[in-house]
Structure formats: structure tokens, C-alpha cells
């Protein structure tokens, strides 16, 4: 390929932007919401009911755990399209993906040339976990939140590199504030870190002592400020703010007990880091073995590889693991990566051909796979036989002679190819095994004629306690009361099939329609009307009239 890329070029690379794309979008709102994503649209939905985009609320009691701004997009999003629907919840991570990745891209090409640059944004792009796994759940908070971090931080090296340091403080402090507003005290941790990561960059400390430096704190303190005051004014700011705090500290063992247990977590650590990286990572320990590379030469993979050590620790040692709260360090790791790729490739071209070849050997997996899946699921045989047809074309160009010089594009394209059939027969068959909670939902309304339900249990307690590590820090406090959990899947497809929010009360009222969950119904004062049990979770739920 070269540098500036011929019109054919460009027309594959649209191609595969568009295949990248549709292999997204296909069956994107089949699956029932996961994880956290109900709890966002919940939140979501119920700033639009109520008209109050200052304080969030769920079940209609206040949310403290995360700051708005996630949800205000995913609200306005819901006002304009006029939909709830999973598919419309799960698109702003697509977007925020493609344009977080084309910020890599522009930022890297001032570094490397043009066609590194635009494979190191494709490496970040077909990175499995945020592929597969960050995109079917893509009304989770993480991709948006790690987009942020990343404008945040490469704002930081970028105008230090011009050495504007108005532009470096105001807008590194201007993101910080956006993530502050997204999940809490993270973005803090980050800014500090990654200003220490500078001052090793630069061999210099005085670069935060510079009067810039108060001009881009003020203007977090004037972003985040203005929020806080408008929710000061609507409910007690201190609760939120210690929980922000607690929701930061809880990520890490406090105890003797916890830490012992997570010793070998901290241990593998590193090999789930890689395992994100996959299949990318793999160039690092044949680099290693081949030579030494000089990675101090490009300023942009050296800023990058101080962010990671300075950073990545406080993810390292926490007690809570999961990859996607570290997809913000992909970007950066890429910029080693793709330094570690261009070098070897110019050094044993022939060696990364080779493991390119070897490579194959998972879409042939994926191959054989898709032609056995309908003697296990013959109502998906047509779907599996095409996709099984697009794999062994796929195969046939992937191992000719003439293409050896675009293999790696090959590789990419076989990624975004599997991520297709995933969506194509994988999602279908990964929803059979599912509960349907938008179908038992339907089922409660029915049952219900439309009655307003309102969710019932014992109230429950937000302790704000501040304990650091049981004995460096504590700092007790009044419990607040809060609303019992709840798997948000019933609130969200309660209102997605009945228009109604369901809200949260502690005490009962004669007369009213009530739901509540399997530990009460032993205790329960009436007789259940209705009850529903979800074998997977132990989630069991039970509609009852005072």
C-alpha cells in the first residue's frame, strides 16, 4: 500500500469501514439488556418521565453511584429517535468507537506514516473484547467513558508537543471534567497520573507548576461546579460525593482477607492484558525474542508506554479485574504495538507472513464450526451454510501468493468477518438460552391489565462510610435509605411493553398492585397473584394485591 493511498485503496478501505460497520449493526438489539446496560436505561428514562436531568433517579428513588452525562446522551438519543429499544441504547458505543478510533488515527499519523497509522487504528478496532463483547453491550458506560480518557490524556502529550500549555491545561482539565461528570473520581486519578507521566516525558517537574495550570483546574472547577451546585440545590450533595468516593475505593480490597484472596488475580494479571491485546499482542514476545526495539525513538510510543506504568497499577492491584474498565489503555498500547509490528515486518517480513498463515487457523475453526453448527441447530442450517460459504471464500483469497503483501489487511477483514457470523447465527442461538425478560414483562402486564405495579420490599441502607484499607483511613456516617436492588431488566422491559415506570415504595398500600422478589415470598401478606422465576439467576419475581 502506499503512503498516500490510490483510489482503489480507498474504495477497500471504505469497504471495510462498511463491512466493519454492518457487522455491528446486525441483530445489535436482539439480545435482551446485560450487565449494566438496563441500569443506564433506566436512569435514562426516567429523567425523561420526570423532566429532572439534575438528579438521576431509578425506580423513582435517587441514583448515587454514577454523574449523569452518560445518560443525558443516551435520553436525548431516546427523545430524538422516539425508541427504547436495545438497538437504539447499544448505538452510541458503535459511534463513539469509530470516532475515538479516526482520533487514533489522526493523532498517529503526525507519528507514524500513514499506513501504520491506519492499522494501528484498525488494530484498536478489532481488539476482541471491545469487538465482540463492548459492542453487544454497547449501552454500558465503558467505551464512552474510555473515549473521554483518551481526549483527556492525548490532549495532555499532544500540546505539550507544540508546547501550548494554555491548550495542554485547558483542555486535559475540560475532558477530566466530562469524565468526572461520566463516572466520578477515575478522571482525577487519571489527570494526576498522567501529568507525572509527563514530567518524567519532559525531565521536568516545573511544567505543572505553570500558571496554565490554574487556568485548566479553574476550568474543571467551573464545569463540575455548576453541576454540583444545580444538584446541591435539589438533593443532599455530600451523599453523592461520598459515594462517588466509595464507588472508587470499592474497587480495591480493603482487607487482609480480599488481598490475600487476590494475590493470584494480581499475579495473571498481565496475561489478561494480553489476552485484551489479542490477537495484536503476540508481536511483543516474538519482537523480544528476535531484538531489542529502540522504543524511546518515536515520542508518541514513548509517552504512550509511561502512561500505561504509570496508570495501569491502580487497575492492576484493585479487587475488581474486568478488561472493560481498562479498554482507555488499548490506543496506547497500540502505538507500542504497531511500533513492535512495523519493525518486524521490515526486519522478517517473511516471519510475520508465517504467523499470519498460522493465524488462519482460527477462521478455519470458524469455518468448520459454522458447517457443523446445524446438525446442533438445524433452524439456523441456512444462515450457518452461508456464513460457512463467506469463511471459505474468505480462506481461499486469504492463502494466495498474489495477496501475501496485504495479509495483515486480509487478517483484519477476517476478524470483522467472524464478528459478522457472530451476529448472524451466534446472537440468534445465544438468545434461545437466554431468559426473555421483555416476554415475562409482557406477560406480568397482560396479567395485570395494565394496573399501575409499584415494586415493594423492606427499604435498604447506602452506608458512606469512608474506610481506606480498614486501618489507614475511616470516616463514619449516617446510612442513607435507598431502594432494594433489583435486576434493572424489569424496570426497563416493564416499561418498554407498558409505557410505565416502576417505581419503588417501603411501605404497603391497601388496594395497590405490588411486585417483589423471591426472599419475601415466604413473608408476603397476601397470596401471590402471579410469579415468575428466572432459573439462570435465582431472579424470581411475584406480583401480589394489599
Not at 492525548?154 to 475532558?175: E, G, K, T
Not at 391497601?510 to 397476601?526: E, Q, R, V
Request: proline letters at 5%; charged letters at 15%; glycine letters at 6%.
Amino acid at each position: 500500500m502506499k503512503e498516500d493511498l490510490n483510489r482503489s485503496a480507498r474504495i477497500l478501505l471504505a469497504g471495510l469501514i462498511v463491512f466493519y460497520i454492518l457487522s455491528v449493526l446486525v441483530n445489535l438489539g436482539h439480545l435482551n439488556l446485560q450487565g449494566e446496560e438496563p441500569r443506564r436505561a433506566v436512569v435514562s428514562i426516567e429523567m425523561l418521565e420526570s423532566g429532572d436531568y439534575i438528579v438521576p433517579h431509578a425506580l423513582g428513588w435517587e441514583y448515587y453511584n454514577k454523574p449523569p452525562l452518560f445518560n443525558w446522551i443516551l435520553a436525548g438519543l431516546i427523545y430524538l429517535t422516539g425508541s427504547t429499544s436495545e438497538f437504539v441504547l447499544r448505538l452510541p458505543s458503535l459511534l463513539f468507537l469509530l470516532l475515538w478510533a479516526y482520533f487514533h488515527y489522526e493523532v498517529s499519523r503526525r507519528f507514524f506514516s500513514k499506513k501504520i497509522a491506519l492499522l494501528s487504528a484498525f488494530f484498536m478496532l478489532t481488539v476482541p473484547d471491545l469487538f465482540f463483547y463492548g459492542l453487544a453491550n454497547g449501552a454500558e458506560i465503558d467505551i464512552f467513558y474510555s473515549f473521554l480518557v483518551y481526549l483527556q490524556v492525548i490532549s495532555i502529550f499532544w500540546f505539550y508537543h507544540f508546547r501550548n500549555y494554555w491548550l495542554l491545561f485547558a483542555v486535559s482539565w475540560l475532558f477530566c471534567a466530562a469524565g468526572f461528570l461520566t463516572k466520578g473520581f477515575p478522571s482525577l486519578i487519571f489527570q494526576v497520573l498522567t501529568l507525572g507521566a509527563l514530567c518524567v516525558y519532559a525531565k521536568s517537574i516545573r511544567i505543572v507548576f505553570k500558571p496554565a495550570h490554574l487556568a485548566g483546574i479553574a476550568t474543571f472547577a467551573l464545569v463540575t461546579g455548576a453541576y454540583f451546585y444545580a444538584y446541591s440545590t435539589r438533593a443532599p450533595l455530600p451523599v453523592l460525593l461520598t459515594n462517588l468516593v466509595n464507588e472508587s475505593l470499592g474497587k480495591w480490597d480493603s482487607g487482609t482477607e480480599k488481598a490475600a484472596a487476590g494475590i493470584q488475580a494480581v499475579a495473571v494479571y498481565p496475561l489478561s492484558l494480553l489476552k485484551l491485546l489479542a490477537p495484536w499482542s503476540v508481536v511483543l514476545p516474538i519482537l523480544l525474542w528476535k531484538r531489542k526495539l529502540n522504543l524511546q525513538a518515536n515520542p508518541l510510543v514513548k509517552f504512550s508506554i509511561l502512561f500505561i506504568l504509570f496508570n495501569i497499577w491502580v487497575y492492576w492491584f484493585a479487587s475488581s479485574t474486568k478488561l472493560r474498565y481498562v479498554y482507555v489503555f488499548v490506543p496506547f498500547a497500540m502505538n507500542v504495538i504497531i511500533a513492535a509490528f512495523e519493525d518486524l515486518s521490515t526486519r522478517y517480513p517473511k516471519l510475520v507472513d508465517k504467523f499470519l498463515r498460522y493465524g488462519a487457523l482460527l477462521f478455519i475453526l470458524v469455518f468448520v464450526g459454522l458447517l457443523v453448527l446445524p446438525f446442533y441447530y438445524a433452524q439456523y442450517t441456512a444462515l450457518s451454510l452461508i456464513g460457512a460459504a463467506m469463511v471459505g471464500i474468505f480462506l481461499f483469497i486469504y492463502f494466495q501468493r498474489r495477496f501475501a503483501h496485504w495479509r495483515v489487511w486480509l487478517f483484519i477483514t477476517g476478524l470483522v468477518l467472524v464478528r459478522f457470523t457472530y451476529a448472524l447465527v451466534g446472537i440468534p442461538i445465544q438468545k434461545e438460552s437466554m431468559f426473555d425478560y421483555e416476554k415475562q414483562a409482557a406477560v406480568v402486564f397482560n396479567s395485570t391489565k395494565g394496573e399501575q405495579l409499584t415494586y415493594y420490599l423492606p427499604p435498604d441502607s447506602l452506608r458512606l462510610d469512608i474506610i481506606l484499607f480498614d486501618t489507614l483511613f475511616k470516616w463514619r456516617s449516617q446510612p442513607v435509605t435507598v431502594a432494594p436492588s433489583l435486576y434493572h431488566q424489569w424496570p426497563y422491559y416493564y416499561y418498554k411493553v407498558s409505557g410505565q415506570v416502576l417505581k419503588y415504595d417501603s411501605s404497603l398500600k391497601t388496594g395497590n398492585l405490588y411486585m417483589t422478589t423471591s426472599d419475601k415470598f415466604g413473608t408476603l401478606p397476601f397470596n401471590p397473584l402471579l410469579g415468575i422465576s428466572n432459573q439462570s439467576t435465582g431472579d424470581s419475581l411475584a406480583i401480589f394485591r394489599r
